[in-house]
């Protein structure tokens, strides 16, 4: 069945590449949320729709929500505030599956590193959403590279995560394996990284 995803943030590095992918591997019908619309350029796909608005903006965030099965937020910025605003629109809406795009670290398990309160939106909006009884997939990946490749592995919250970089591929080819597959990883906090 077609799957409707609809992209937070969808201008985010990690958004556009998983973009290409969901139109190359998935039949998914996107709607693509960001603030300036005209950054998005050269998508020719009738299964692309483009909106243009602010996550923080309750009711536009609303209105495009309806209908929606999967959303995927890929954001920065005020993290808890969005997490609160897309988890309260997602309960008046009815829509259940959520993936987050995180950080490696919130946990404090990246061995060898002590937890950095530069961290604090991303472990907090975190628990906002654990906190929630959405269909959540949170995604802690490490350093973002550029490689083209996709290698990674996925680490459970409580253990260490493994090595410190992944492909912004990888990150990409994951989340639109979350998307298109039902109860896959569901209420689950993932590690994301290329092991050493
Ligand atoms: N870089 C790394 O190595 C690394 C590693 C792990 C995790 N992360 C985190 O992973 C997340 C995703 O990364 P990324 O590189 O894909 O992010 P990104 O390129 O910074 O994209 C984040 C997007 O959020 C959008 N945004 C911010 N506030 C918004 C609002 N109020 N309404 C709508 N959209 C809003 C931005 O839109 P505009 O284009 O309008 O500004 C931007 O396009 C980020 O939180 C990042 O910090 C990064």
Redesign the pocket.
Known sequence: MMTNVLI????????RVAIDLFLKETDAQLTL????SS?IKNIDSSRVKVIE????DSEKLKEVMVGQDVVYA??????EQ?AKNIVQTMDTTGVRRLIW????GIYNEVPGQTYNDILDP?RYSAEIIEASDLEYTILR????TNKNEIDYVTTQKGEPFKGHEVSRQSVADLVVKLATSPGLEVRKSLGVSKPK
């Open positions: 937070l943030g969808a201008n985010g590095s990690i958004a949320y960001l603030r300036k950054r608005g602010d996550v923080l890929n954001l920065s910025g005020s993290l969005m795009i995180s950080s490696m991303y990946p490490g350093w973002f």
